[in-house]
Protein backbone atom coordinates (compact mmCIF):
# COMPACT_ATOMS: atom_id res chain seq x y z
CA UNK A 1 0.00 0.00 0.00
CA UNK A 2 2.82 2.42 1.03
CA UNK A 3 4.46 1.60 -2.52
CA UNK A 4 1.08 2.44 -4.04
CA UNK A 5 0.53 5.90 -2.45
CA UNK A 6 4.05 6.61 -2.92
CA UNK A 7 3.61 6.58 -6.56
CA UNK A 8 0.53 8.44 -6.81
CA UNK A 9 2.54 11.05 -5.02
CA UNK A 10 6.13 11.24 -6.93
CA UNK A 11 4.11 10.48 -10.79
CA UNK A 12 1.30 13.12 -10.18
CA UNK A 13 2.53 17.26 -10.66
CA UNK A 14 2.33 18.45 -7.56
CA UNK A 15 4.08 21.50 -6.06
CA UNK A 16 4.50 19.89 -2.73
CA UNK A 17 5.34 16.05 -1.70
CA UNK A 18 2.36 15.40 0.64
CA UNK A 19 0.09 12.33 0.74
CA UNK A 20 -2.67 13.33 1.24
CA UNK A 21 -6.07 10.99 2.66
CA UNK A 22 -7.15 11.07 -0.94
CA UNK A 23 -3.87 9.31 -2.26
CA UNK A 24 -4.54 6.61 0.75
CA UNK A 25 -7.90 6.08 -0.28
CA UNK A 26 -6.91 5.20 -4.02
CA UNK A 27 -4.49 3.11 -2.75
CA UNK A 28 -6.71 1.56 -0.53
CA UNK A 29 -9.25 0.46 -3.25
CA UNK A 30 -6.49 -0.67 -5.70
CA UNK A 31 -5.34 -3.39 -3.62
CA UNK A 32 -8.75 -4.23 -2.32
CA UNK A 33 -10.13 -4.78 -5.78
CA UNK A 34 -6.90 -6.58 -7.03
CA UNK A 35 -7.58 -8.57 -4.11
CA UNK A 36 -11.12 -9.28 -4.36
CA UNK A 37 -10.43 -10.11 -8.20
CA UNK A 38 -7.72 -12.45 -7.39
CA UNK A 39 -9.61 -14.57 -5.69
CA UNK A 40 -12.16 -14.67 -8.28
CA UNK A 41 -9.57 -15.91 -10.83
CA UNK A 42 -8.58 -18.59 -8.71
CA UNK A 43 -11.80 -19.90 -7.51
CA UNK A 44 -13.09 -23.36 -8.16
CA UNK A 45 -15.94 -24.86 -10.63
CA UNK A 46 -18.16 -24.26 -7.79
CA UNK A 47 -17.43 -21.22 -6.75
CA UNK A 48 -17.80 -19.75 -10.08
CA UNK A 49 -20.92 -21.51 -10.46
CA UNK A 50 -22.18 -19.69 -7.48
CA UNK A 51 -21.03 -16.21 -9.08
CA UNK A 52 -22.22 -16.96 -11.85
CA UNK A 53 -25.50 -17.52 -10.61
CA UNK A 54 -25.58 -14.49 -8.91
CA UNK A 55 -24.97 -12.09 -11.18
CA UNK A 56 -27.83 -14.00 -13.93
CA UNK A 57 -30.22 -13.43 -11.01
CA UNK A 58 -29.48 -10.24 -10.28
CA UNK A 59 -29.77 -9.16 -14.01
CA UNK A 60 -32.55 -11.16 -13.95
CA UNK A 61 -34.68 -9.70 -10.75
CA UNK A 62 -33.07 -6.14 -10.55
CA UNK A 63 -32.42 -6.73 -6.76
CA UNK A 64 -29.00 -6.63 -5.67
CA UNK A 65 -29.69 -9.68 -2.91
CA UNK A 66 -31.52 -13.58 -3.25
CA UNK A 67 -32.43 -16.32 -1.18
CA UNK A 68 -30.60 -19.11 -0.97
CA UNK A 69 -33.41 -21.04 -2.81
CA UNK A 70 -33.25 -18.84 -5.88
CA UNK A 71 -29.91 -19.26 -5.90
CA UNK A 72 -29.92 -22.58 -5.54
CA UNK A 73 -32.36 -22.88 -8.57
CA UNK A 74 -29.99 -21.19 -10.91
CA UNK A 75 -27.52 -22.81 -9.88
CA UNK A 76 -29.34 -26.35 -11.10
CA UNK A 77 -30.22 -24.59 -14.33
CA UNK A 78 -26.90 -23.47 -15.19
CA UNK A 79 -25.75 -26.23 -14.50
CA UNK A 80 -28.02 -28.55 -16.72
CA UNK A 81 -27.70 -26.09 -19.09
CA UNK A 82 -23.93 -26.22 -19.59
CA UNK A 83 -23.59 -29.89 -20.05
CA UNK A 84 -20.82 -29.75 -18.19
CA UNK A 85 -20.23 -32.70 -15.98
CA UNK A 86 -17.65 -30.72 -13.70
CA UNK A 87 -20.71 -28.85 -12.30
CA UNK A 88 -22.97 -31.77 -11.67
CA UNK A 89 -24.06 -33.17 -9.41
CA UNK A 90 -24.97 -29.29 -8.25
CA UNK A 91 -24.23 -28.76 -4.47
CA UNK A 92 -27.10 -29.69 -1.86
CA UNK A 93 -28.37 -26.85 0.13
CA UNK A 94 -25.93 -27.90 3.28
CA UNK A 95 -22.70 -27.45 0.51
CA UNK A 96 -24.26 -24.15 -0.78
CA UNK A 97 -24.43 -22.78 2.96
CA UNK A 98 -20.70 -24.14 3.91
CA UNK A 99 -19.55 -22.79 0.09
CA UNK A 100 -20.82 -19.81 0.72
CA UNK A 101 -19.68 -18.99 4.03
CA UNK A 102 -16.06 -19.99 2.97
CA UNK A 103 -16.92 -17.31 -0.52
CA UNK A 104 -17.90 -14.55 2.34
CA UNK A 105 -14.26 -15.02 4.22
CA UNK A 106 -12.86 -13.81 1.30
CA UNK A 107 -15.85 -11.02 0.89
CA UNK A 108 -16.85 -12.43 -2.86
CA UNK A 109 -20.01 -12.39 -1.34
CA UNK A 110 -22.23 -10.79 1.47
CA UNK A 111 -24.17 -13.60 3.80
CA UNK A 112 -26.73 -11.96 5.58
CA UNK A 113 -29.36 -13.56 8.40
CA UNK A 114 -32.12 -10.93 7.87
CA UNK A 115 -33.29 -9.71 11.70
CA UNK A 116 -37.15 -10.21 11.33
CA UNK A 117 -39.60 -11.55 9.38
CA UNK A 118 -40.83 -7.67 8.31
CA UNK A 119 -37.83 -6.84 6.43
CA UNK A 120 -38.65 -6.45 2.77
CA UNK A 121 -35.97 -8.31 2.00
CA UNK A 122 -36.40 -11.33 4.33
CA UNK A 123 -40.01 -11.41 2.48
CA UNK A 124 -38.93 -11.15 -0.78
CA UNK A 125 -36.40 -13.84 0.15
CA UNK A 126 -38.94 -16.50 0.74
CA UNK A 127 -38.61 -16.16 4.56
CA UNK A 128 -41.98 -17.58 6.18
CA UNK A 129 -42.60 -17.30 10.23
CA UNK A 130 -40.28 -20.21 11.90
CA UNK A 131 -37.62 -19.57 8.87
CA UNK A 132 -35.02 -16.75 7.85
CA UNK A 133 -33.37 -17.99 5.53
CA UNK A 134 -29.95 -16.36 4.04
CA UNK A 135 -29.79 -13.66 1.90
CA UNK A 136 -27.02 -13.78 -0.55
CA UNK A 137 -25.20 -10.31 -2.18
CA UNK A 138 -22.49 -10.63 -4.89
CA UNK A 139 -19.75 -7.78 -4.16
CA UNK A 140 -18.42 -7.97 -7.68
CA UNK A 141 -20.06 -5.99 -10.61
CA UNK A 142 -20.37 -8.17 -13.29
CA UNK A 143 -17.83 -6.48 -15.50
CA UNK A 144 -15.13 -7.70 -13.31
CA UNK A 145 -16.71 -11.51 -12.71
CA UNK A 146 -16.33 -11.58 -16.63
CA UNK A 147 -12.71 -10.59 -16.75
CA UNK A 148 -11.82 -12.68 -14.17
CA UNK A 149 -13.59 -15.97 -15.17
Do not use: W
Not at 9 to 26: G, I, K, S
Not at 30 to 40: D, E, F, H, T, W
Not at 52 to 69: D, E, M, P, Y
Amino acid sequence: AIEIVADLVLNEDRTERQVLATDVMEASRKLQGSLLLRGVSTCTAFEALVMVSLSTLRRQSGRSFCSIHDLLRKMNGIASASGNMVYMPCPTYGETTGLLTRMSESRLVVVETPKSFNNIQSILAGNIVGTLHPIIKLNLDDYDLRRCL
